[in-house]
């Protein structure tokens, strides 16, 4: 039987576009909102747009590199990339592949895709340490990426105020000795298939192409149904998280949760009596990115020095599907 490794997040880096898209922009469209009720209810003031021409694969391989500039050790022995996407630059090739060949990684490297939306960090974050544990893998680069503003752009008002484009890239590599982060640990997930027709590209893929009439894909999202999802079904499975973890929330030194819009997360934290100090917030410039949410979270979370030597951290994500997942990492002493 193979001998359990301990997994470690060692490394995050972020890719933004140039391109912004401002309040500013959106409320000249709109009789609806204005700047100061976006800014005031949703918590954001810009995004990020991918430039004509610049699709997922090459987002991602920027925040990849930007990661191995922070570190060239970074680049040295990735024996798997797990991409996480839901806006792949083709169905056919995988998106994981082109990542692989523009990096100049080798051909005995892993790669795969995983079609998941907001909960899917954590869902590929703790696949990784999977995969390292049993031994399947030493080193393992976890790629996040959507040019997510495709399927915004023709559709409600309300949906193009909140969504950005951008990617990340994290190590998740085998505990020894020099490698310092995040030792992941306890993890949990659930799905509820039901949440189909409430966040949905109905135009996309072959169900939606298999209609005459089908055009470009656009995202269709009853935004009280997902708010309900989360009251109802997330904050129940943080309790039990925590609870099976023998932990209180007080417990945890920093929640990193996905980040759709300010007013979600302040009304996460407030049902779970978090105080300020634990919850990171980052959507002003860039929105609600998807899979990339968390790890730009855990970047400012970085740069502010929030996360010390000894520090417990949550990470969860949530949305489509629906789809939810949570994973504690214990930063190293």
Known sequence: ??????????????????????????????????????????????????????????????????????????????DFVLLTTVTPDYLLPF??????????????????????????????????ASLVESGRA?????????????????AAHDLRILFGDGATASLVQR???????????ASAFGTDGKGEEKLVVPTSAARGWSDPGAGPPVIHMDGNAVFTFTTRTVLPHLKAFLAANELAPGDVDLYVFHQPN??????????????????????????????STIPLALETAFAEERVRAGSTVLLCGFGVGYSWGSVLLRWSE
């Open 1 to 78: 039987m193979t001998e359990l490794r301990r997994a470690v997040l060692t490394g995050v880096a972020t890719y933004l576009p140039e391109r912004l898209l401002t309040n500013a922009d959106l409320a000249a469209d709109s009789v609806d909102w204005d700047e100061e009720r976006i800014q005031e209810t949703l918590g954001i003031d810009h995004r990020h747009v991918a430039a004509p021409g610049e699709f997922t694969s090459h987002m991602a391989v920027k925040a990849c590199e930007e990661l191995f500039a922070r570190d060239p050790a970074h680049r040295e022995g990735i």
């Open 95 to 128: 998106t994981a592949a082109l990542v692989q060949r523009e990096l100049g990684l080798p051909k005995d490297v892993g790669a795969v895709d995983l079609t998941l939306g907001c909960s899917g960090y954590v869902y590929a974050a703790s696949m990784a």
């Open 138 to 154: 030493r080193k393992v680069l976890v790629v996040t990426g959507d040019r997510f503003t495709d399927y915004t752009e023709r």
């Open 175 to 185: 505990a020894e000795e020099g490698v310092t982060g995040g030792v992941v640990g």
């Open 262 to 291: 300010k007013f979600m997360l302040t009304h996460l934290q407030h049902r779970l009596g978090l105080e300020d100090r634990q919850v990171v917030l980052r959507v002003a410039d860039v929105g609600n990115t998807v899979s």
